[in-house]
């Protein structure tokens, strides 16, 4: 259950809720938000009574929540939650794609490419400064200095910036750079870091965890809406199951599920979900089928050079093929590219 | 390798190849088939040195394979194969749908159906008249009762029919009716029906196992083309995952990669693949985005009533909307749905 | 619900029964059994009421079950299921350990390979005659012929023999010659063969499928059961995961979880399990530690030669070695190994 | 390749290694040690040509290494590593039991615990004081007050404590308290953290992801042992499947894998790995069986009352009955219980 209170309640009125619940035995979150504040009861097992509650001062509503998740649920809030970043509006009515290099190579890799992925129309600039690497011992990214050339990149192209955090210690950094803060797969469930992310205010892409169901997709999305973040975008990226023949086996089933259940938007990745630049387009385009509301892909000006994910990288002639037959596919279903303004 | 040799070699021809390739110490298998022989080679770890076949009487060319599977494969066969059923192309440029119910529960049933789907714009009649259920409590079909009422339902409306044969000793039985002879997932490694089936010369539509990965799906209709039968039909219908939200998981990834391995049709059953009913469209215009040459679908006149899958069933209004959304995918990936003669 | 009927209740007084449950609008299964006639009551959702029943003539008593399986689960019979081979008790207080090659590659193979086994104190021999390959163009086996090689082996050394079946048009052939029948894997959800097997009246071993969850394993033994033949022996063989260290990832807390839904004998496939010869003493003795009733084992003399799975044979030494390794864990965990009469 | 250097070795000495090999093109990354100063080198797809290297100053000599992990690897130290825990011996010929509460939930439920588990012959305390929760509303633990009853646990029972850290800000104070620091599942590619907790010279007891193959695993201690820090304890706790009888597939495979690749302590978790106390026994008895170290258990004093995981976790007299099982099973193994001083 949810209490949902005016913004300007006083402490006053938040404190006489909250008791009123523990009298009955129920734990309480009060939650911050921008618009209202919610208070989460947890430790009902079943419905609890809630006539007492309404009548309360600062009191808006009561919500009724079936989920173990209740800020991200569309109980909470039915209608689609947008996030503007820069002037690009996600999650609304039109498809918005986000792309660009696995890692932050160089300042004259990020800069050339940064051209040609805004050149074929794509709305973001994505680009790893901080790689999170199952070896030790390979290459983890330019970390800093990357992010400065992110910002360069931003300059000159005026597309905002999606890149990586990886640890508490850096989310300030990080934050100073972004436009949007992503968290990888293996940092699904860093609490901690979700928690820290929540805390700063700016959009999260959040990646599904490589066997995380989606309800722990949704809760993990949950721990950065109590910070008072609602700005979450999910993004479906492979599951790992049995199959070999590619790098994930991508859940585009996930798509319409996490669409019926959260208001959050949902972009899909199809690089990381295959890991072969030749199927990068076939699911990019099913998951603009199924209902994704945008695309984050990988671009190198020339992956066979690419020191991290070359494989799974377009070229950018690719790319632009692949922008028209999104476009294609987005009409089909109702939706545009999104116009960059 | 594959050594092909005329369809009118002489048996001693024939035999020539064999013992020459034997004396090499690798072993053969002979293939019949439509339009050549094939001669299968094995047991050779690396490239035959294959001088000394291609000049021998009978041979047309010796084919270097690299896979597992040979004839299923484009090294055998680089073009598209095409499979003709009751004058609907499957494979071929336009998008094929079948559509029925899970089971066949009663002559009125059928027959309502087939009208529903056939106006609504299907090619092909699916029902199962056998039924594979977990449970020997739950309902098995109507079996050769229910085999009749689909081949009244073909009189009525002119539609095709796929249905399942689950068991060797019913495979005689079943092509008497079936223009399609469906080999069920959990069936996929029951090789002696395999090989049976392989002998009819129907068309065979073949579902990709629960947990079979797709080198296993290809290898299971190399059992069917090895019994001389070209005419398989493969079909991704989701496989068993840890994620439970929907019934299987749906692997729209391995659309592209066996359009790439092998030049045999792809159809996907977003019905089973999900098991819901809400999240069938969804995925069956993924399907097609990501290039499949066509659908199975489940559409029962009264879904709450059906005797199973009743969840997954598109009721014949939800079948009518979903048929105009594919119409426009299709368009947007370059095909049209088959026009019906 | 399960209505247990005496074995020589008339035909009279079970048509009374199943009218009676009927009525109640249930359906009814009449299950043939040695010792009572059981009739399986389904399409009750919630528990029926049963004073009517109990006082019906012929009727023993009426069990309830609140399982989807019945003749397997420890509801109908609490006590151990014990099954005699030529004299092996499997599923009592010994442990019992069935050994061989994978497949009966020729007549001295399998005679030399059973004498080493016997003498390590193997209790049941077991050999592939048909063998269910991926490829058709691997080793199919010996078929009739290792059949024969088998009922030699087992006149020189008295060892009871297990081995395949794979095809409802073998299953007569294979049961003149076999003790014990064995369904494999991917043939768990082949439920005409199920069927089949369950009207021979011998011993069957069922292997877990590849990515059969534990109901549906006991699922497929109900078929054999409800036909009559309450002889089954489950078998743990590993199931598929994203692990590839090893061939399947053993699921060893499956054996207690049977154990206790179950009164069916469980033992395990260390072999195919892990796919690895230096795993498989491992893996064998976590099995008896867990509470399995026996193991089934490769053994080959000379893996290095073997036609099929050497990788995973061990050699007769190793053999021997396991087999006092499972002595001692074995009387750990208050087990013996079965003493040979 | 692992280049050795004597751990006194002197920069100028170690920089002339390191030239040495990037004139050869490749990357060096220099690992303090406690005994000796290991230089890695990667970057080589094939074996690098040693001889001008060994007869450098202060090279001890040069290590192949074939696997992508490099000193967790029997390649680097064959021996098996054994890490001392207040004389508390893991990774050596005696077993060792961690036990005690999920979660620390008042000073007196730890005490009690603590004196439980110790009479019963545990020689390790486990609970846990940070918990990672999929829910944000869950408990999540009483952070520093319950390490500080956790050192009190300690002062009375002389019991070294095994405590989970979550996060990098954390990792100081944890450590104060701490014997042994535990990541958790979910952490196991939180790379930050594995570095600094590599900094911190304490023991390391690192979980298995739960989607996490054993290479994964491997190179996630390899973060650890690369900081200088080779005190690393393995654990196994189950991996997610499509199977949900038990709440996670304990892979007792990866015990043999992980012991042949790796010369670093493995212990099971079958509390986590079944998450139902039933079934804690007989998995325990299955690591035990097949080579594991040692267990880590929850054992709470009254489980139906614990905060979290109480259906898994023992209570104190199904603990005591496990300790004289996993004695007798490890006595059949050739392994004793580790006898406290």
Redesign the interface.
Known sequence: MLVMMKKDATTAQIERVVSRIRDLGY?T?VLPGAVRIAI?V?GNDRAVRVENLESLEGVVEVVSVTK???LVGRDFKPENTTIDVRGVTIGGDDLVVMAGPCSVESRDQILEIAERVKQAGAHLLRGGAFK???????FQGLKEEGLKYLAQARDRTGLGIVTEV?????VGLVAEYADVLQIGA??M?????L?QVGRMGKPVLLKR???A????LL??A??VL?EGNYQVILCERG????????RN?????????LK?LSHLPVVADPSH??GDH??VA??A???????ADGLILEVHPRPAEALTDGPQSLNPTEFESLMA?IE??G???GRSLHARR
């Open positions: 734990q979150h989460a947890t173990p998740f209740k999170p690497r199952s070896s030790p011992y390979s990886m640890s508490t210690e850096h293996r940092n469930q860093n609490f901690t870091l928690e965890g490589m066997s169901t989606i309800t722990e809760l993990a949950e721990y109590s599951i790992r199951t049995f199959e070999t023949a590619l086996t991508f859940d585009v089933g996930a798509i319409p599920v019926q979900a295959t030749t199927k076939p699911v385009r099913a998951a603009i089928a199924a209902g037959q294609r596919v009409q089909a279903v």
